[in-house]
């Protein structure tokens, strides 16, 4: 009965903390719906309409579907040490969002130092965030989801937004005196590699800002959750103990999946409610 009651607890805690993150995502859907009408209503004309809608929808598409993909290990709890697809599209989601930042910053540190004028930082930045891509995924798989990782998926995403979010600020700071340097070869406050960065951290901030706020509570639910359950399996430790397939050796359990799931203590903290 203690196991079914901290159970009920458990996933009644889930249930809200995951509310908040569904309400998050209804509201940015609800604000890419009401930025689609606005951009139709000043459209002066049909091909207007069409060029401002497609922008409006291709920008803020791609923002929602990187915030969804972060929030993918989130809707249903598996295995503790489960990695697996969510998990893999989420790191490298938070990948591409890493590699916007490293393109925006060489892009402004390009056009600090770049003799003359021109708009050569453009595609260098681009060249830059499409190298930091593919390697941002691996580091992030490695620090995060390596063989020795025995964090949760959720404490996963949640470390790595919180991480990216701070690199946004750290940019934001770090870019101030590249600034300076493009201002005294220009007066074009419109054009400019800093203004790109700028620009760029405040698109990542706005996408990670909700899962690295709301994560950390979903996570702290789910570790709950998980104490109760198999690291490997994901099965209800009071079931594995009186499963037939497990076993017991000096004090230790192990599931029928063969994970060492260290079940007594658990098991005496459950007796205890």
């Known amino acids: 009965m203690g196991a079914v009651s901290e159970e009920a607890a458990s996933s009644s805690a889930i249930v809200s903390a995951l509310r908040r993150v569904r ?19 000043v459209a002066g004309s049909a091909r207007d309409l069409v060029e401002t809608t497609t922008a409006i929808g291709l ?6 579907a990187l915030q969804l993909l972060l929030l993918l290990p989130v809707w249903k709890p598996r295995a503790r040490r ?3 697809v969510p998990v893999w599209l989420s790191l490298g989601a938070g990948a591409v969002l890493t590699a916007a930042l490293a393109g925006g910053f060489a892009a402004a540190l390009y056009h600090a130092f770049q003799e003359g004028k021109g708009d050569a930082y453009v595609p260098a930045g681009l060249l830059v ?8 995924t691996v580091l992030f798989v490695s620090l995060f989801a390596g063989r020795g ?8 995403v949640a470390r790595m937004a919180r991480g990216i979010l701070k690199g946004t600020a750290f940019e ?7 600034d300076a340097m493009i201002r005294r070869k220009s007066d074009c406050y419109c054009v400019a590699g800093s203004v790109l960065s700028w620009a760029v951290c405040v698109a990542v901030g706005v996408i990670v800002f909700g899962p690295a706020a ?8 789910r570790d709950r959750h998980y104490d109760l359950r198999c690291d490997g399996c994901g099965a209800l430790l009071a079931d594995a103990s009186s499963d037939p397939s497990t076993y017991r050796e000096a004090g230790v359990e192990r599931c029928g999946c063969g994970e060492l799931v260290r079940a007594a203590p658990r098991a005496a903290r459950m007796g205890q409610h």
């Not at 920008?59 to 929602?64: D, E, F, S, Y």
């Not at 965030?129 to 941002?136: D, N, T, Y």
């Not at 990782?149 to 996963?156: C, L, M, Y």
């Open 23 to 41: 309400i998050l995502v209804f509201v940015e859907c609800l604000l890419l719906g009401l930025a689609l009408m606005a951009g139709a209503a």
């Open 59 to 64: 920008v803020g598409g791609i923002a929602l």
């Open 82 to 84: 489960a990695r697996g």
């Open 129 to 136: 965030a499409a190298f930091a891509w593919p390697v941002g």
């Open 149 to 156: 990782s025995t964090s949760s998926p959720e404490w996963i």
């Open 172 to 178: 934001a700071l770090a870019v101030l005196p590249l």
């Open 214 to 221: 709301l994560l950390p509570a979903v996570a702290r639910h």
